[in-house]
């Protein structure tokens, strides 16, 4: 056997033992063909696995032993003594449509690719195991074992270990219908061990995947970031028609604008499918992804509590008081269907101080709400009660408003599904959401990271110094908690 370059594998099994679900999943490509009937593949069918458009790695499947009995016969008549035993099996039955599936087998180990021979661990170890692992000895490749435990479906598991680990180099378990990060990497980190010809391409290809791995999540933090700023800074305006048609605008406005934001983040989701090589056609939503952004429900499960809202906006009010104030002020101005001439925003900056100091108990009243377009009470009593006039109705997400911790924490778990969910996987699966997952349980110190980055977005007036800081620190608790959930 003479090993190629790059490293290559073949994978080899029985029909219908999950052979492409494995491949699938180990390479992350959806569009191998899966499916319940035995013999699905007929043909050696080439998967790399690419890193920057190059492949750094080479796979083939190849259909199940049809004949294997009668293969073994002929390997057994053959003198040992010649080598290439599956070169000559070739050359002699390459036109036969007898031996069509063990040709197509062959074709890659004359080649130099390693053996993957993956096991169903939901059978027994059979007479055509037995046959197959004897025609593979004789032909001389390193054999890796993977025994594919589906889910619980893993009664024989201890038997077939038995049975690799004396004839097999390596033997490894391995969920094709699961699919993490740290699954494939040592897998593929195990079974590049046993060609000691592929150590060094190896140890390049391990550190091409961490490398590729951590751009992945790097690139996820800065979609987040950015669905944050497209949502804080996103506006929908409704022209009052005649006067008594305030409230309509209003409805009207909200709508647009909460329509608008579910457009975002579902731009944001198919970003990340992409991300994570998916593609729409294989992908099975869970519940929690079909559930609406803007439902009591969503809102109680990814968001904040009030009182970590109180918190986080409390702190930030109080060393940003004037300008969240000015941010208040200018709320005036556009939520009160009509303009003041600026008077709202120099109100509002008058009143800084005393935002920060209930800045927390504003956070309250905002938990459940995300547009909102009532006039402050303070604001009202100093106005005499009475409404500010005006011909349009503008909607703006309210900064201490639940909606940027609901977004991040349901892009952060979709980001964990589509990391964990297995390309070999034709199936839907519901997603658990685990409580130590949930924003809520946030050290505060990562809360108030979330909150200075928020109101630096809504800032009117920017200072960049400060937010390009805040948005480092945003990223860089982003991509750690993104490790936590993928790997």
Known sequence: MNPTQTPTFVVIGQPNEGKTTVLATLTENDTAEIGPIPGNTQRCVRYPYKVDDRDILLFYDTPGFQRPGKMLEWFSKQDDNKPDLAKRFLAEFAHDKVFHAECEILKPIVNGAAVLYIADASRGVGKADRQALEIL??????RIGIINSKDKAKAYFNEWKQFMRKDFNHCREFNGHRGSFRDRRELLEAVGAVVSEW?????????ALDSDWNARLAQIADMIIDLLTKVLTAQEEVTVQKAGKEDHAKKKAKEKLEEKIREFERSCRLKILEVFKHSKDHWKPSKLEKMDLFSEEAWKLFG????????????VGGGVGAGIGAGIGFQIDVLALGSTGGLGTAIGAGVGGIVGIVGGLGALGAAD???DFKVPWALRWAWGGKKLGGRTSIAKIKPASNL????????????????HWAHGKRTATELQLADDNKISVW???ELKTISEFIHQICADKKDQTKYQDAKKSVRLLLVSKLKQLTE
Request: proline letters at 6%; glycine letters at 4%; hydrophobic letters at 45%.
């Open 137 to 142: 000895r004789k032909c001389g490749n390193p």
């Open 199 to 207: 150590s060094a391409p190896m140890r390049e290809v391990l550190a």
């Open 304 to 315: 904040l509590s009030k009182q970590q809202l109180a918190f986080v906006f409390g702190i």
């Open 369 to 371: 709400h995300a547009v």
């Open 404 to 419: 940027p911790w609901v977004l991040i924490s349901r892009s952060l778990i979709y980001a964990e599904e589509a990391s």
């Open 443 to 445: 050290e505060k110190s």
